[in-house]
């Protein structure tokens, strides 16, 4: 089975080498592109102020972040639930330079899982387009419209959507649901399915003339002609 992890972060601003920290991060989890339910979730300290137009993107203040753990003090449970396996990002350079700037300042290694940028999958699947997660929710005919501010998890929600349709749309889960399924019933007890009827019989594939030419066939055969039992 294959792991993803959809990961976004929202920020104090846009540039940690200009003291930017990580004040929120997102996480859901997918087996063979389908979530599961299990998710990640945090809120950080920056350890310092919060700009008003870093506020207004995600609305979380200096004053609700102020008694939330650092990220040093979540920084070993977020690698825990990500482990070693894919990362699913829209603009993956912008996380993952947030993301690794705060390992290092925590003393942790940097991560090194392989990630997938859902903006590059988008540019290459429709060349031109508008590709921000708004114009590709509008695009797929998903509904964002809880999304009145930018918020790490429900973004991270809507972008295992997004990233589901990207890859080749619902059908993939359908697929894969359906192998799992099958995997699961071969490797548990085996259970007789119930047997579908059709609503109607099928109509007869013989008419009259074919039964009449058989049944003068097996007349021919003798009456110890085995056809005959069964005519």
């Not at 579908?196 to 008419?207: I, K």
Request: charged residues 25%; proline residues 7%; hydrophobic residues 40%.
């Amino acid at each position: 089975m294959t792991r993803e992890i959809v990961l976004d972060t929202e920020t104090t601003g846009l540039s940690p080498q200009n003291g930017d920290r990580v004040v929120e991060i997102g996480c859901v989890e997918l087996f063979n592109h389908v979530p599961t339910g299990k998710n990640y979730h945090a809120y950080i300290n920056p350890e310092r102020d919060m700009p008003p137009d870093a506020e207004r993107v995600h609305g979380l203040s200096a004053e609700f972040l102020a008694d939330k753990p650092v990220f040093g003090a979540v920084a070993g449970e977020f690698r825990e639930f990500i482990a070693d396996h894919t990362l699913i990002i829209h603009n993956a350079p912008f996380d993952m330079g947030f993301l690794n700037a705060e390992m290092e300042l925590a003393g942790h290694r940097q991560l090194a899982n392989p990630v997938i940028d859902t903006v590059q999958l988008a540019r290459q699947r429709h060349p031109g387009a508008r590709v921000s997660l708004d114009a590709l929710c509008k695009h797929y005919g998903i509904d964002n419209s809880r999304r009145t501010l930018h918020g790490a998890l429900l973004d991270s929600e809507i972008l295992a959507e997004v990233y589901l349709e990207l890859i080749g749309g619902r059908q993939v889960a359908l697929m894969l649901g359906a192998e799992q399924a099958e995997a699961e019933v071969a490797d548990g007890p085996q259970v007789a399915l119930p047997q579908r009827q059709r609503p109607a019989p099928l109509p007869p594939r013989l008419n009259q003339e074919t039964r009449e030419a058989h049944e003068e066939l097996i007349r021919a055969l003798g009456p110890d002609a085995l056809w005959s039992r069964y005519s």
